[in-house]
């Protein structure tokens, strides 16, 4: 099977290109640094020719946890390989909070004393962010790492 992922020299696109062409399948990697751009365009017309699926790893946030980023990678092939869904398939960790919440936990595990306030109308990048825009709402393939767990072995490792 034909597959381009775009991102592909990232964190985690590099991660899902290795399975991918483990499991003897043709992988672009796209990324400018391979002559595909996605913002200009450039090389995606060649780079699309043939191809049965995309994906789009573009941005992916940088995890510190090696376990998280393997888990994300195998995910994300999976999904690949998997009957075409014609929609998205969105990968989430195994916890459903605010993100406030999160923050303040983080900040409390960490012994920081500051509170975290919340602004209901705040933007991110000009949009509306509410208690469901961040997180998964309908079928989501979920990871088993949640959040106290992932700070342990961040603290043990650092």
């Known amino acids: 099977m034909k597959i381009i992922v ?3 020299t990232g964190l985690i696109g590099s991660k899902t290109v290795a399975i991918l062409r483990q ?3 043709d992988v672009v990697a796209a990324s400018p640094q391979s002559g595909i751009n996605t913002i200009t365009g450039e ?3 060649e780079a699309l020719v043939g191809v049965q699926v995309v994906i789009d790893l573009a941005n992916s946030p940088s995890f510190e946890d090696k376990a998280v980023l393997e888990f994300v990678a195998a995910i994300v ?3 690949a390989l998997a009957a075409p869904r014609s929609g998205i398939v969105e990968i989430a960790g195994p916890e459903r ?3 406030n919440e999160i923050i303040a936990r983080y900040l409390k595990a960490v012994g920081d004393p500051r509170e975290v306030v919340s602004d209901p109308d705040a933007r991110y990048w000009g949009g509306r962010v ?3 825009s961040l997180v998964p ?3 989501a393939r979920l990871g088993r ?3 106290d767990e992932w700070h342990r072995r961040s603290q043990a490792a650092a």
């Open 77 to 79: 092939a999976d999904v």
């Open 145 to 147: 790492i949640g959040f």
């Open 23 to 25: 499991g003897g399948h």
């Open 97 to 99: 909070a605010p993100f």
């Open 6 to 8: 775009i991102g592909g």
């Open 43 to 45: 090389g995606l017309k």
């Open 130 to 132: 509410d208690e469901h």
């Open 137 to 139: 709402l309908g079928e």
